[in-house]
């Protein structure tokens, strides 16, 4: 099975900037997307930003789209994502996920079936 680990959550004060990584592993298939989901407390999950691993497509929320930024490095099985002038509203448990390339998009990180344990992020 695919396994996540996600790191680099923490505390940050509004306006701040936080990286979380997520690295990958047990792997079957080799076009593959990632990405990342979040879910505030009470509130349902909102997918935040995907991209497919073997090129520069990426997605996001219209949300967060200017202040954060998703990379990925093919070699190491990890995504990355840079997030900028958090909110305290973006409190809540980011998870990394990821599932096999599927119709050619990577749009709909929801319906990734591998998922990490996520890690906390709190705006104040």
């Known amino acids: 099975d695919v396994q996540l680990v996600e790191s680099g959550g923490g505390s940050v004060q509004a306006g701040g900037s936080l990286r979380l990584s997520c690295a990958a592993s047990g792997y079957t298939f080799s076009n593959y997307c990632m990405g990342w989901f979040r879910q505030a407390p009470g509130k349902e999950r909102e997918g935040v930003a995907s991209?497919?691993?073997?090129?520069?497509?990426?997605y996001y929320a219209d949300s967060v789209k200017g202040r954060f930024t998703i990379s990925r490095d093919k070699a190491k099985d990890s995504v990355y994502i840079q997030m900028n002038n958090l909110k305290p509203e973006e409190t809540g448990m980011y998870y990394c996920?990821?599932?096999?390339?599927?119709?050619?998009?990577?749009?709909?990180?929801?319906?990734?079936?591998?998922r990490g344990q996520g890690t906390q992020v709190t705006v104040s």
């Open positions: 996920a990821t599932d096999q390339l599927h119709g050619g998009s990577c749009r709909d990180v929801l319906d990734f079936a591998y």
């Open positions: 991209i497919y691993i073997g090129g520069v497509s990426t």
